[in-house]
């Protein structure tokens, strides 16, 4: 086994080591998590399979967890985390990473907040026509605060109507299904009352882990302002079908409740519709507007026919106007034609869904397998399998409409990725196909064996930016993340902890650089410098530095190669660029329209540039030289990340909603 980096180790231990004594700091290694993690699959089989597993699929999975374990592969992040748990065998959706739904109704968004509470992604379209607003203007709405210190209350809702007095109440309870619901009961009471109280009183305070998912509570702070700011939105509707605008804002909202990096978001609209300039605006000077709820969301419109490219140019305008990312577009001509139960996406974009769909994802580390083309292909194939596997679930859950647990019997969607790709130029257009082969052979292979539907797409590319950092080692280094080339050779990864996360003192006694939060709101925030180099990727020099200059067309170009020999859904990449590029990438994208689906787009950042240069008290990711970097290192000494307690890492690429593509 090859030893992990010191990165690597504080990512795992972070996001993925469960909790075993809390009180006591003790929590999951990573053979510990893999052991849970294989435990699931082995469920998953023998319910699918209804009987017991013999010696060849015991095998089978022993090879699965030495690829876990060896940092080689791994299933889902939301798997290694949860799999195994009560959790996941009685809320099946937990296991997803990507959903899609039309919001129409208000089953729907009792829908959307359940798998937002789920960690699941989801992508959505607004559509009106149904959900409408208050019977008539409520003037009178109360907010009542939870003032618990210790663990929550009633599990259940409690709600009231008083025709007397007025007053309508709903009474929150402290549990997953009751938050579901309750938005239900905001968005479906049609009482003419004159006073509404959305009560807060039964939940637990922040701060707390929740026993069955392993999260760190978010208390009754983002709720209480989400569900009074939809209320602000049903009283303005009183006695009209809420618009577009009115249920992308309730989506926004109730992306905010859980008010961590899972509750991420993607809204769609149909480019040429009626409203869809606003739509392309709806996050200009939201900071003006008091619409901060709308960051939450990645939004983007959809082409159903090839553009012009005065319409490309159009759309390059307004993104460029608004800062270089959005609106973003998407291709749905092709999408139909790779997936012809397309509807939309998720919210990375790298699953393409129908109404009320999901997908699970896995993925393969090509650097881990440089010099051993068999052990790649056996990896890949077995990670299908395993991803197939985890399609076997009951998603009808109690909460869930149907639909979802009906279309994942049917299309049994499968995201088989790669991550490293940049860290190997050596691999083929053919290679690519080979892999692709592998892949689907192998998720083919398990339906198969257990006389189930074969999966409709198999193959994929997500951004893996938490992942691919989890998987460095000394052998082959640090893992680029997807698509993806890195900013520079050697980076200082500027980290996110908390103040009080015994990490940090073992880190400063390492001789790491410790500094502070430049956010005056963030008291207990401090940021470690960790340094990371990427030593088997092609970088040019500039003043010093060994740098990423590539270009909007290369980068482009890669996609194209990667859609063309590998993907069946989509590539989630992040084309960084310069305004000057706009032309040549318009050009580009009308070019090879058959070949588009979806990318995110990035403003390019001057990786020669230092924090100071820019102006910034401090960036995320900062390109150094070689001297730089390893008179840094020379200072350093091991620490004991085994010993650390594990708090949960705060995931700065989706933090507040936003996909690591965006």
């Given amino acids: 086994m090859s030893k992990p980096t010191t990165r ?7 996001t993925y080591n469960r909790p075993l004594d809390e009180e006591n700091g003790v929590f999951e290694t990573l053979d510990q998590t893999a052991d849970r993690v294989i435990e699931h699959q082995r469920w998953l089989w023998k319910r699918a399979k209804g009987s017991a597993l013999g010696v060849h699929a015991e095998n089978e999975l022993d090879e699965l967890r030495s690829i876990v374990v060896n940092r080689q592969g791994s299933l889902s992040g939301r798997t290694l985390w949860l799999g195994g748990t009560e959790v996941a065998q009685k809320r099946e959706a937990s296991q997803f990473n990507c959903s899609y739904e039309k919001a129409e109704t208000v089953h729907d968004m009792v829908d959307a907040l359940w798998l937002l509470l789920q960690g699941c992604g989801v992508g959505g379209t607004p559509t009106p026509g149904t959900l409408n607003g208050f019977s008539r203007p409520i003037q009178n709405v109360q907010i009542v605060r939870s003032e618990r210190t210790e663990k929550g209350g009633d599990d259940n809702n ?18 997953a299904e009751a938050w579901a619901k309750s938005v239900g009961k905001l968005l479906a009471g049609k009482y003419p009352a004159r006073t509404l109280v959305l009560d807060f009183s039964e939940l637990r305070p922040a701060g707390l882990r929740l026993s ?10 983002a709720i209480s302002v989400a569900y009074d700011r939809i209320a602000r939105i049903l009283n303005a509707r009183a006695g009209m079908l809420l618009t577009f605008a009115d249920i992308h804002d309730i989506l926004n909202w109730l992306g905010t409740i859980l008010s961590s990096r899972r509750s991420s978001e993607i809204i769609l609209k149909a480019h040429g519709e009626v409203g869809w300039q606003d739509f392309a605006n ?19 419109l959809v082409f159903w026919s090839k553009p012009t490219k005065p319409q490309l140019a159009e759309i390059f305008e307004m993104m460029v106007e608004a800062g270089g990312s959005e609106p973003g577009f998407i291709n749905g001509e092709t999408a139909m034609r790779r997936a012809p139960w397309f509807s939309g996406v998720n919210p990375c974009a790298e699953i393409l869904l129908g109404n009320k769909s999901f997908c699970n994802l896995v993925e393969t580390n ?21 991803n197939y596997r985890q399609t076997c679930v009951d998603l009808r859950d109690g909460i869930l409409q149907s639909a979802w647990h009906e279309n994942n019997e ?10 490293g790709i940049t860290g190997r130029p050596d691999l083929t257009e053919y290679d690519y196909r080979t892999l692709r082969n592998l892949a689907t052979a192998g998720a083919y292979s398990m339906a198969e064996d257990l006389n189930l539907p074969l999966p409709k797409n198999v193959t994929t590319i997500k951004p893996s930016g938490t992942l691919s950092k989890h998987m460095g080692t000394e052998t082959w280094g640090e893992i680029p993340e997807g698509a993806h080339k890195p900013l520079g050779r050697y980076i200082f990864n500027n980290v996110k902890f908390s103040s009080h996360d015994p990490l940090v003192s073992m880190m400063e006694a390492g001789g790491y650089h410790i500094f502070e ?10 940021i470690a410098a960790l340094p990371v180099s990427y030593d088997t990727v092609p970088f040019q020099i500039i003043d010093g530095k060994e740098v990423n200059v590539e270009s909007a067309i290369s980068q482009l170009e890669r996609y194209k190669m990667l859609m063309q020999n590998y993907v069946d859904h989509n590539c989630s990449i992040t084309i960084s660029y310069d305004v000057q590029e706009v032309t040549e990438i318009v050009d580009w994208v009308y070019d090879n329209w058959d070949s588009y689906v979806g990318v995110s787009w990035l403003f390019r950042a001057d990786p020669t540039k ?3 240069d820019l102006g910034y008290p401090y960036l995320p990711q900062e390109v150094v030289t070689k001297e730089v970097y390893d008179e840094y290192v020379s200072r350093l000494s091991p620490i004991a990340v085994e010993d650390d307690t594990g708090q949960e890492l705060v995931d700065e690429e989706c933090e507040n909603g936003y996909c690591p593509i965006r």
């Avoid at 009231?160 to 009474?171: A, F, S, V």
């Avoid at 709806?282 to 983007?300: A, C, E, G, V």
């Avoid at 939060?517 to 401090?526: E, H, L, Y």
């Fill in 8 to 14: 690597a180790q504080i990512i795992t231990r972070r």
């Fill in 158 to 175: 409690v709600e009231t109507w008083n025709p007397e007095t007025g007053e309508w109440r709903i009474k929150v309870g402290d549990s």
């Fill in 212 to 221: 069955g998912y392993g999260w760190i509570s978010s208390g009754d702070q």
């Fill in 282 to 300: 709806f996050k200009k000077d939201f900071w003006l507007h008091d619409n901060h709820q709308r960051q939450q969301s990645n939004n983007s």
């Fill in 366 to 386: 090509l650097m881990a397998f440089r010099g051993n083309p068999a052990g790649l292909r056996r990896a890949i194939q077995l990670l299908a399998r395993a």
């Fill in 410 to 419: 049917f299309l049994r969607l499968c995201g088989v990725g790669l991550t």
């Fill in 517 to 526: 939060s430049p956010n005056p709101t963030d008291t207990d925030t401090v």
């Fill in 610 to 612: 230092t924090a100071a």
